[in-house]
């Protein structure tokens, strides 16, 4: 399901050994067409793995037949012998479907600086290429999984076309551990630059919002392919509106599944000069260790709010900011507010809201708190 | 001793009831001259708290005759009354001493957004003159610790003129658990200006290279004050000198006494095109989470360490970067080195040596790792 429910895709996920745990590694999405209209957003990262420069190559054409997943392995800071691999996988793919290699983009996800084992990962291609099935979806969720504890996957339904979807990762842009990869799918007939224009605009609302732990990966992939078998021509708006909703439902599911954490928390900028302005804000909450702690902790400390945003370069006066944790406006004026003592932080929601006033743009950021567990699992990752 | 180890300066630290451990919280060190030249480095967080607000006003007169310190409650994002229990914590000082507030410069540490309990530190303040002397800088340096496990204190002796100092907190210029306090004293014969430069041009080198966890706080202080009681003028050049080793003194020792860490980490950034760029991907290593988890897993986990330095601008090409961690190049050319087993992590010096092969410029900054006690001891703080 999930990337196959759209008209014209077929999916698969296989064991290839990638995985020490003998769990799925080796994930391929195929589109049948008619169409092959293609468009992706890639990491910024200046070390971009060698399936990023590959599949950038791939995606200036537009056009997209085959994409191919493997976890169990990054493929970055491999040099020369690390882009042969990509290249090598690409070929592969294509010579099982009849394909060319231009045609196949390549995402890989686990740890940096480890040369692939290519005698099972292209033992894997074959295998996956076999399974090729509509109901194959599912499989490929699981096979791109690393230390996801649940496969995420969406499906959106509009008039007479659909949108399908699958990633993997726990926050983004800055993801935790690894990287994010995510893969859409849609039997509407779009053409690339439109498609383009769309995700673009879909992931900066989403993916782009969501910030774990302000590290940004060598390998992040949002790939989207449009196959046209719909015959329904939506208009640009409808196709930025339905990429926008499964990006969104794929995002909450990255946060909730986010390594560690205990607390889901929305950072929601108000009153504030600019959007830039806001997310700036933001972000400086989201990556600011001592209240992501505090958060772990129960701890409404909302100097350690104002503390993060007082580092930053967004528009405001020190004696005009309100801010409250869970409806309870605990700092006002940049000073003492509502006793801290009736903010309940036990659930697993939490929202902090910033009143800059200082205009009347917003945004909201996404993230988790600090804690033990998120240490724990980072610091036992790769050995 | 420490700060009233120079000629001209006495000390006194006192248990005013601010901690509830009853241990020392308000320290008072005065400068009994003939000279009453200062100079200071103050936080740049655009929320500072009310000493902050109140010293900058101090300082802006080059002349500071004693300054008051209380562990116990930052007084930060206070409001008006915070600003007001500020000064007449300054007053108080300036009436038992026989001197203006004027010439009373005020630092706090502790919980943010929580007013001072104004009658045990006035109590606490006349304690404190009482008891002040030239053996009180042991006492002084007790009094400022928070979450300090050992008091950092220093002595630089030159020829005919002596730099004392002492410090509080745990990791800066981005500081870990509230704040970074420090005093230095000397009794050469400084002009205000001269000092001003000297300490700036000291604390770039020292405690803006220590980033512990990235975290600004409101209340950083770093004061310089000149009693010219040894009669001696030493260059400009020698007064930097000095207070540049009295400052690293002081950095080092709040790195080794960072919340929680188990490693510290020097990372080198060389053949840079600037010192900026070495600063600047120094940094983006020192905050990144993942990499700082690994590093407390005993993980050389290299692809880190590019990824970290992926995200900044610094000037550099990704094929031609080298890592080096505790001596065998992991790393080659932005990809695979000797192999990462070779490194040797169990001791808690670590050095990271990043080669940009872009220029000639180098700069080092040192940092911790991200442990499960950081996550521990800033989840637990203020409740």
Redesign the interface.
């Known amino acids: 399901m999930t990337v196959s429910v759209p008209r014209g895709f077929r999916a698969a996920g296989v064991a290839a050994g990638l995985k020490s745990t003998g769990a799925n590694d080796v994930a391929l999405v195929v589109n049948d067409g008619p169409d092959d209209a293609a468009a992706a957003v890639f990491t910024?990262?200046?070390?971009?793995a060698a399936p990023v420069q590959w599949s950038r190559q791939v995606l200036a054409t537009g056009r997209v037949r085959a994409v191919v997943l493997n976890s169990g392995g990054?493929n970055?800071?491999?040099?020369?012998?690390?882009f042969q691999d990509t290249h090598a996988t690409a070929e592969h793919v294509a010579g099982e479907l009849g394909i060319g290699a231009i045609d196949v983009a390549v995402a890989s996800t686990g740890?940096?600086?480890?040369?692939l084992p290519m005698e099972q990962l292209t033992a894997g291609v074959t295998a996956a290429a076999k399974a090729l099935s509509e109901d194959g979806g599912q499989d490929a969720a699981l096979a791109i999984m690393t230390t996801d504890s649940v496969p995420k996957t969406t499906v959106q339904h509009r008039d007479g076309w659909t949108v399908g979807g699958m990633a993997k990762g726990a926050g983004m842009l800055a993801p935790?551990?690894a990287t994010m990869l995510v893969v859409l799918t849609t039997d509407a007939v779009v053409p690339a630059d439109v498609l383009q224009t769309a995700l673009k605009q879909a992931t900066s609302v989403s993916f782009e919002r969501v910030d774990s732990?302000?590290?940004?990966?060598?390998n992040d992939t949002v790939l989207v392919m449009a196959s046209g078998a719909s015959g329904v021509t939506p208009s640009a708006e409808d196709v930025t509106e339905a990429l926008t909703a499964a990006a969104t439902d794929l995002a909450m599911q990255l946060l909730a599944d986010a390594e560690g954490s205990t607390k889901d928390i929305a950072i929601t900028v108000r009153n504030a000069a600019s959007v830039e302005d806001a997310l700036t804000a933001g972000r400086a909450c989201a990556?600011?260790?001592?209240l992501k702690?505090?958060l772990?902790?129960?701890?409404p400390?909302?100097?350690?709010v104002?503390?993060?945003?007082?580092?930053?370069d967004a528009a405001?006066e020190?004696?005009r900011v309100d801010v409250t944790i869970n409806g309870v406006t605990?700092?006002r004026?940049?000073?003492?507010g509502d006793p801290?003592e009736g903010v309940d932080l036990t659930g697993r929601e939490i929202t902090i809201d910033v009143d800059l006033n200082a205009g009347t743009e917003q945004a909201t950021i996404w993230t988790n708190d600090?804690?033990?567990a998120?240490?724990?699992e980072?610091?036992?990752?790769?050995?």
């Not at 990556?287 to 001592?290: A, D, G, I």
């Not at 004026?333 to 003492?336: C, D, E, F, K, R």
């Not at 980072?378 to 050995?383: I, K, L």
Request: hydrophobic share 40%; charged share 10%.
């Open positions: 910024t990262n200046r070390f971009p990054a970055a800071c491999t040099g020369a012998g690390g740890l940096i600086g480890v040369r935790s551990l732990d302000g590290c940004l990966s060598t990556r600011n260790n001592l702690t505090a772990f902790g129960n701890d400390n909302w100097g350690r104002l503390a993060a945003i007082g580092t930053t405001f020190a004696d605990v700092c004026g940049g000073a003492i801290r600090l804690s033990i998120y240490v724990h980072n610091s036992a990752y790769s050995t």
